[in-house]
């Protein structure tokens, strides 16, 4: 060990300086020397040592100033330094250790313990600096191990969720379906009968333009004119009520697609008009604020090869955290979200804006937006995974980008890039 190490001795009487060099050369050390404080620190700066042997009483600066001065700067902070010096008494050997020595050598000195004093500090030196060496590697390795784990969870929290999320809907989409086709099937011969039966009636009328005292009283209590002028209304708005229900379940069918193991063309306006479709009864004005106005602007865009499911859960999740957003501004005033899509400066990229008018964002919120875990909403309220999720399905999933502009009090907008076609990356 002795052939790489380095030691500085400083010393302002030659006599001393030539000893101590002998001995710790014959053992096998490097060594350097300055005969002063000053002289020392410049020595350290530009050939720092592995230890210091440093003398006491020195003219200029002594040697508890000198050590005072090493310790103080972090470059040197860390050098093993034994103190030699004449002074034996208690006082001097705790202020030297308060400077933060590691020993003490009281001249005049035995070789012998000279050289075992600097051996025993040189190997505990080494093995501080071995320690700190594994520590920093252990860190880095448990760092990287952390941040793989934050991967997994987030792959296997949007794989479960989406999975759950897809049966869900999908079951409710089904049993939907069974009840309006029922009710679709049998509007339009209910349609038939009634004009029928109204037809009928003003038969009756034509024939009997003069009914009993009993029918006029009936005529009048039903309101029979109003209500063959109503009836058919009822009707044709019954019909546009279930084409409504049969276009949620569309939505919801779009929304929930199970994803294939590779991405498979698709226009995103669906999965946008489906995700709103969903989003539509959180629009509506309540208690607290008017409805959420929703502009879009679409593009002449082309479909994107993506896997829909992820995509429709980054609209949902973009989405919500906007109408979040707009919950917590002033009531008298309008709210919007808009919507844009359109074709970047490169044809083979389509890009996507979601902005809102809400209460926006501070710099270090916006710094942190995508980190795992991370979320500005109550307990109970938020996760802290929705916009990692959704960072990751974009940039991983389709190499794509996930970008966020906001200002605190005039709103925030998310921007997603997708390319038109993306690698196959394993779901």
């Not at 350097?32 to 404080?37: E, N, R, V």
């Not at 252990?138 to 941040?147: F, G, Q, S, V």
């Not at 083979?348 to 804006?353: A, C, E, G, H, P």
């Not at 979320?375 to 996930?402: C, D, F, M, P, R």
């Given at each position: 060990?002795?052939?790489?190490?380095?030691?500085?001795?400083?010393?302002?009487?030659?006599?001393?300086?030539?000893?101590?060099?002998?001995?710790?050369?014959?053992?096998?050390?490097?060594?350097?020397?300055?005969?002063?404080?000053?002289?020392?620190?410049?020595?350290?700066?530009?050939?720092?040592?592995?230890?210091?042997?440093?003398?006491?009483?020195?003219?200029?600066?002594?040697?508890?100033?000198?050590?005072?001065?090493?310790?103080?700067?972090?470059?040197?902070?860390?050098?093993?330094?034994?103190?030699?010096?004449?002074?034996?008494?208690?006082?001097?050997?705790?202020?030297?250790?308060?400077?933060?020595?590691?020993?003490?050598?009281?001249?005049?000195?035995?070789?012998?313990?000279?050289?075992?004093?600097?051996?025993?500090?040189?190997?505990?030196?080494?093995?501080?600096?071995?320690?700190?060496?594994?520590?920093?590697?252990?860190?880095?390795?448990?760092?990287?191990?952390?941040?793989?784990?934050?991967?997994?969870?987030?792959?296997?929290?949007?794989?479960?969720?989406?999975?759950?999320?897809?049966?869900?809907?999908?079951?409710?989409?089904?049993?939907?379906?069974?009840?309006?086709?029922?009710?679709?099937?049998?509007?339009?011969?209910?349609?038939?009968?009634?004009?029928?039966?109204?037809?009928?009636?003003?038969?009756?009328?034509?024939?009997?333009?003069?009914?009993?005292?009993?029918?006029?009283?009936?005529?009048?209590?039903?309101?029979?004119?109003?209500?063959?002028?109503?009836?058919?209304?009822?009707?044709?708005?019954?019909?546009?009520?279930?084409?409504?229900?049969?276009?949620?379940?569309?939505?919801?069918?779009?929304?929930?697609?199970?994803?294939?193991?590779?991405?498979?063309?698709?226009?995103?306006?669906?999965?946008?008009?489906?995700?709103?479709?969903?989003?539509?009864?959180?629009?509506?004005?309540?208690?607290f604020r008017p409805a959420i106005e929703v502009i879009k602007h679409?593009?002449?865009?082309?479909?994107?090869?993506?896997?829909?499911?992820?995509?429709?859960?980054?609209?949902?999740?973009?989405?919500?955290?906007?109408?979040?957003?707009?919950?917590?501004?002033?009531?008298?005033?309008?709210?919007?979200?808009?919507?844009?899509?359109?074709?970047?400066?490169?044809?083979?990229?389509?890009?996507?804006?979601?902005?809102?008018?809400?209460?926006?964002?501070?710099?270090?919120?916006?710094?942190?937006?995508?980190?795992?875990?991370?979320?500005?909403?109550?307990?109970?309220?938020?996760?802290?995974?929705?916009?990692?999720?959704?960072?990751?399905?974009?940039?991983?999933?389709?190499?794509?980008?996930?970008?966020?502009?906001?200002?605190?009090?005039?709103?925030?907008?998310?921007?997603?890039?997708?390319?038109?076609?993306?690698?196959?990356?394993?779901?």
């Amino acid at each position: 060990m002795s052939s790489s190490l380095k030691i500085l001795v400083v010393d302002d009487t030659p006599a001393n300086l030539e000893v101590i060099c002998e001995t710790l050369g014959d053992a096998g050390y490097e060594v350097i020397t300055a005969i002063d404080g000053d002289r020392a620190l410049k020595r350290i700066q530009t050939n720092p040592p592995d230890l210091i042997l440093l003398d006491v009483q020195m003219p200029g600066i002594d040697g508890f100033e000198t050590c005072q001065r090493l310790k103080a700067d972090p470059t040197t902070a860390n050098i093993p330094i034994i103190f030699m010096t004449a002074l034996s008494d208690t006082d001097s050997k705790v202020k030297g250790f308060d400077l933060g020595a590691v020993d003490y050598v009281t001249k005049p000195f035995q070789e012998q313990e000279m050289l075992a004093r600097v051996k025993t500090q040189l190997q505990l030196w080494q093995l501080t600096k071995n320690l700190e060496q594994h520590i920093a590697e252990r860190t880095a390795e448990l760092k990287t191990a952390l941040n793989q784990l934050h991967h997994s969870q987030l792959q296997l929290v949007q794989s479960e969720k989406m999975s759950a999320l897809g049966n869900l809907v999908a079951g409710v989409a089904h049993e939907i379906n069974n009840p309006v086709g029922f009710i679709a099937g049998n509007l339009q011969p209910a349609q038939e009968y009634v004009q029928n039966l109204l037809q009928l009636i003003a038969l009756y009328q034509q024939e009997l333009p003069h009914p009993s005292a009993t029918l006029q009283a009936a005529i009048e209590e039903i309101d029979l004119e109003y209500l063959q002028e109503d009836l058919p209304k009822l009707l044709i708005s019954m019909r546009e009520g279930v084409n409504r229900i049969r276009n949620i379940s569309t939505s919801l069918r779009t929304f929930s697609r199970s994803d294939c193991d590779r991405p498979i063309p698709f226009n995103i306006h669906e999965g946008i008009d489906s995700t709103l479709m969903i989003l539509q009864h959180r629009l509506k004005a309540n208690e607290f604020r008017p409805a959420i106005e929703v502009i879009k602007h679409y593009g002449d865009i082309p479909q994107i090869e993506c896997y829909v499911g992820q995509l429709n859960q980054v609209f949902m999740n973009i989405l919500a955290n906007a109408i979040d957003a707009l919950e917590e501004v002033a009531q008298k005033r309008i709210n919007q979200i808009t919507i844009c899509t359109q074709i970047t400066d490169d044809p083979q990229l389509v890009q996507l804006r979601i902005q809102d008018n809400g209460i926006g964002m501070s710099q270090q919120v916006k710094q942190r937006i995508f980190d795992h875990l991370f979320t500005t909403k109550e307990i109970g309220k938020g996760t802290g995974l929705g916009l990692a999720i959704a960072y990751q399905i974009v940039t991983e999933k389709h190499n794509g980008s996930l970008d966020v502009n906001s200002t605190l009090g005039q709103g925030t907008e998310f921007i997603i890039t997708l390319p038109v076609k993306t690698q196959v990356i394993p779901i």
